[in-house]
């Protein structure tokens, strides 16, 4: 079936667009998709909601709620979705892939300058600046998602014990999220009322015919086999061990285990990418989630830099730019085709979730989590981009990285304050922070 599954005019006294209209409304949406999750489902709201009103807000918030649980890019699932929802899988696939085609290119545009230039005085200068401006982006992360999230005390205790897990253990992330999960299942299970879901997250099936359950399921079973199969050529082919199979296996894997959003699947990156393959340093980690910043579409999108760095070294080739193109393209690919599967594969059951108790309360949890992990990376951020040299601490179980404070960056340090005040005390958008960031960061680098 690739004709509308809910039509406008139910729902909203509006007719559905064709599949012209909603592909120049997706690329739009695209185009102006900044800011992180929060601004991008921002952007999906007032275009397809408000202004062409082609779905109901109760179907819109519903979708959202669905993507809140998978792993992944929920802005980009949450395309993909409702472009399901209006057009069938081929409407998905148009909205998903559109939604992040300009912060690949623009993204391996900017990896090109950085190896090439990245040393140069004035490109040095606005990666300097743009690291302050990310740790203060990052700090806003945790604020905003705090104040949604921790609405009572055991949330708060379910933030900290992750931060503490993760910082003074080194717990791996895919531990935290399953452990605050099957806390907030449990506990929703036995009703404690901070579990119980909110408004909104419990409503009735509305029928679906057949053929689109089943068009469905087979674009979900075709975006598994997408996915995979990649992977599985280069493990026969090229073996474990060589660059390639390796960044393919990771970000496969990652793809499965991070829930969060961007700056938690960040988190798991860092501690994988840069302390055990050996990829990047923890600065051009930050450096990639600066220029990522800068790019539209999803944030997770600095995955493509990780991967282009990681091939660009590691391969061998005579031509490392080719071989990080590639590097970058395998990672853009096995992180974002899985995004397919779930939707297409969970989408037609996605309203029965919506009676489920103990899966609302789990996403409530594994939210609350979200913010300790996030803490976690800003508080990792803020030790490599404020000092020169860290050390690491080992007692038992736990490892703390400390940092050296007699190397502390003045300017650095007044670079981040200068973006902390423009973030919380003006106020100001991602935008003009991370501009006014690289510019000062040319001035006094």
């Keep these: ?31 102006l998709s900044f800011g992180g999750p929060a601004g991008q489902i921002a952007v999906m709201h007032r275009i397809l909601v408000e202004e062409k009103r082609w779905i109901a807000e109760e179907r819109f918030l ?38 992040v085609l300009p912060g690949i290119l623009a993204l391996m545009a900017l990896s090109w300058i950085y190896v090439l230039y990245g040393e140069v005085g004035i490109v040095a200068g606005a990666l300097y600046g743009l690291k302050a401006a990310v740790l203060a982006i990052v700090l806003r992360a945790v604020v905003h998602l705090g104040k949604r999230t921790l609405s009572a005390p055991v949330f708060f205790a379910i933030a900290a014990a992750a931060f503490v897990a993760l910082f003074a253990f080194g717990a791996p992330f895919p531990a935290v999220v399953l452990a605050a999960g099957l806390l907030g299942y449990l ?20 029928p679906l015919a057949p053929e689109a359950r089943a068009s469905a399921m087979r674009a979900g079973c ?55 393959h050996g990829w990047l340093s923890p600065g051009e980690m930050v450096d990639g989630l600066g220029l990522a910043e800068t790019t539209p579409g999803p944030l997770i999108m600095v995955l493509q830099f990780v991967g282009f760095l990681a091939a660009c070294r590691e391969a061998g080739w005579d031509w490392p730019l080719l071989a990080g193109t590639l590097g970058g393209l395998l990672a853009t690919w096995v992180t974002f085709a899985p995004s397919f599967t779930w939707i297409f594969l969970g989408a037609p059951y996605v309203e029965g979730l919506r009676g489920n108790v103990p899966l609302s309360g789990a996403l409530r949890a594994v939210t609350a989590a979200v913010v300790g992990v996030i803490l976690n990376l800003a508080v990792w951020f803020a030790i490599h981009t404020l000092f020169a040299r860290v050390s690491v601490y080992e007692a038992g179980p736990v490892r703390l990285e400390l940092p050296d404070t007699a190397t502390l960056d003045a300017t650095a340090l007044g670079l981040t304050a200068a973006a902390l005040a423009a973030v919380f005390v003006a106020r100001l958008g991602m935008a003009p922070v991370l501009a006014g960031g690289a ?6 680098g």
């Design 1 to 31: 079936m690739s004709g509308n599954i809910v039509t406008g005019t139910p729902e909203t006294g509006t007719p559905g667009p064709t599949l012209t209209e909603a592909t120049r409304a997706w690329l739009r949406i695209a185009l």
């Design 187 to 206: 506990g929703a299970r036995l009703g404690r009322a901070p579990f119980r879901p909110m408004s909104g997250q419990v409503g009735e099936d509305p």
């Design 222 to 276: 075709v975006a598994l086999a997408l996915w995979l199969a990649p992977v599985a050529l280069l493990l026969a082919f090229a073996g474990r061990g060589q660059v390639f199979t390796e960044i393919g296996l990771f970000f496969s894997h990652m793809a499965v285990v991070t829930f969060g959003g961007a700056y938690a699947v960040l988190a798991y990156v860092a501690q994988q990418a840069v302390e055990v």
């Design 62 to 99: 519903h979708a959202l709620n669905f993507c809140m649980l998978l792993p992944g890019p929920e802005a980009q699932q949450l395309a993909t979705y409702v472009g399901w929802l209006l057009h069938g899988p081929r409407g998905g696939l148009i909205a998903g892939g559109l939604f």
């Design 439 to 444: 510019l000062l960061g040319m001035l006094l």
